[in-house]
């Protein structure tokens, strides 16, 4: 494992590593705390981000590493024109390793194939979004204890979530997983979503459009926002934006052990009330997101503590 562009990227055994690596993170950060020294991460984000970014960046220093970069493509030579490929070249000068995050499917990596420090994608366009999916895992097997033989339901925007393609990409190799696809129809999943990953892997899905139906057999709820940067018109968004609000009433029939999931940020799809429910895990999977960009550095250095 050179680059982490594609949730693909890796295998089972490998994401276990990871997985195995962030818990021990959790339990003994100190013994982790110097292991970057001398070493930067560079984040080149083309494209708006929160966590992401900032979980990278807190994840290097929390290794004792350093971290340089730029926030928006206005604030970069992007904006005179400089071309990707160009840029990843400059910035290996630099850099150790790079997180990159661009609104175009693909530019990750096109940039992994230009340079020799590893590439890890951190969101292209609708495509994929794989620390994103490591984050998820993560969140899974510790809060519902087992990475098999679990329901999980995607609601939202199915079709631009990069989130959920690469969350689905990722499950569809683990025994035992039932995916409820529950959007309206204008935002359904790409069908390569369906022929390439869900038919091909065997996994059971359905697909639907009501959230409360679906509640009782959920293990998993994987909440998304509309992603309104992707709609070709903003009357769609409008009109499509506000399908789907869980709120307390809408649990009222959920498992007691159901996990809440969301990649955040939140626009208006999950009621603030729920963040005080046991089940609302999606603050603490922000957390995660921070060790388990840890364990993946150290991976793509080549770093063991
Ligand atoms: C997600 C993304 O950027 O795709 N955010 C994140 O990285 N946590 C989800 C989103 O923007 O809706």
Same mark, same amino acid.
């Given at each position: ?5 594609? =949730? ?5 055994? @490998? ?41 990278? @960046?807190?994840?290097?220093? @929390?290794?004792?590493? +350093? ?17 990707? #490929? ?16 661009? =609104?175009?499917?693909?530019? =990750? ?18 495509? +994929? ?11 899974? !097997? !510790?809060?519902?204890? #087992? ?38 129809? @204008? ?14 892997? +065997? ?12 509640? =009782? ?10 992603? !309104?940067?992707?709609?070709? +018109?903003?009357?769609?968004?409008? #009109? ?25 940020? !939140? ?11 046991? #089940? ?26």
């Amino acid at each position: 494992m050179k680059h982490l562009i594609d =949730p693909m990227d890796l295998t089972t055994e @490998e994401i276990s590593e990871i997985l195995d690596l962030a818990d021990d993170i959790i339990l003994n950060k100190e013994k982790y705390s110097q292991i970057c020294q001398g070493k930067k991460l560079a984040t080149l984000f083309f494209e708006p981000s929160t966590r992401t970014r900032l979980s990278f @960046e807190a994840a290097m220093m @929390e290794l004792g590493g +350093n971290v340089l970069g730029f926030s928006s493509a206005d604030s970069s030579s992007a904006s005179k024109g400089e071309s990707v #490929r160009d840029t990843v070249r400059v910035v290996e000068c630099y850099a150790d390793i790079i997180a990159m995050r661009h =609104p175009k499917e693909g530019a =990750p990596l096109l940039a992994s194939l230009n340079v020799d420090i590893p590439i890890i994608n951190a969101g292209d366009g609708g495509h +994929n979004h794989p620390t994103q999916t490591l984050t998820d895992l993560l969140t899974i !097997r !510790r809060e519902v204890g #087992r990475l098999d033989h679990f329901t999980i339901g995607f609601c939202g925007d199915l079709k631009f979530g990069r989130t959920v393609h690469s969350l689905i990409k990722a499950l569809s190799r683990y025994e035992g997983i039932k995916i409820v696809l529950i959007s309206p129809n @204008e935002l359904k999943v790409p069908d390569y979503i369906k022929t390439d990953i869900l038919d091909k892997g +065997n996994v059971e899905y359905i697909e639907v459009k009501s959230l409360e139906n679906s509640m =009782p057999e959920l293990d998993v709820l994987y909440m998304t926002r509309v992603q !309104r940067e992707r709609f070709f +018109n903003e009357a769609d968004y409008v #009109r499509l934006k506000d399908t789907y609000i869980l709120d307390m009433n809408k649990l009222q029939n959920a498992k007691e052990e159901l996990a809440i999931l969301h990649p955040l940020p !939140r626009v208006n799809e999950i009621s603030v009330k729920v963040d005080d429910d046991k #089940r609302a895990k999606y603050f603490v999977q922000a957390l995660y997101g921070k060790y388990v960009r840890m364990a993946l550095i150290m991976k793509l250095l080549g770093l063991e503590a």
